[in-house]
Nanobody, 121 residues
Framework: QLQASGGGLVLTGGSLRLACAAS????????FGWFRQALGKERELVAS????????????SVKGRFTISRDNARDNAKTTVYLQMNNLEPGDTAIYYC????????????WGQGTLVTVSS
């Protein structure tokens, strides 16, 4: 189960931190991703992190502004993944979703509900 939170309304240049609370299975072999979907646009992957080792990847549009991280959970069946978003722009306005996939499988199989981020100019 994935539960996203932290969305809201912010002015251009502001910051938000999204959280994705994950529970119910062993996440050690998972990759977590934050996706976003703006109105009328396709869903895009903005950041991902491999739970074991913490390797991260970012879309070019958010590099240098967004940071994905995870907590140092000792319980492998319960963890939280964060997306720190700084210097937000109106183009970042979207519904943000967290998701997880098993490392060896390319498709994200586990999805949380979305959280709306609105950046106002």
């Amino acid at each position: 189960q994935l539960q996203a939170s932290g969305g809201g309304l912010v002015l251009t240049g502001g910051s938000l931190r999204l959280a994705c609370a994950a529970s119910g299975r062993d996440f050690r072999n998972d990759i977590f991703g934050w996706f976003r979907q703006a109105l009328g646009k396709e869903r895009e992957l903005v950041a991902s992190i491999r739970w074991l080792g913490g390797r991260t990847e970012y879309a070019d549009s958010v590099k240098g502004r967004f940071t994905i991280s995870r907590d140092n959970a000792r319980d492998n069946a319960k963890t939280t993944v964060y997306l720190q978003m700084n210097n937000l722009e109106p183009g970042d306005t979207a519904i943000y979703y967290c998701a997880a996939r098993i490392f060896a499988i390319s498709n994200y199989s586990y999805w949380g509900q979305g959280t709306l981020v609105t950046v106002s100019s």
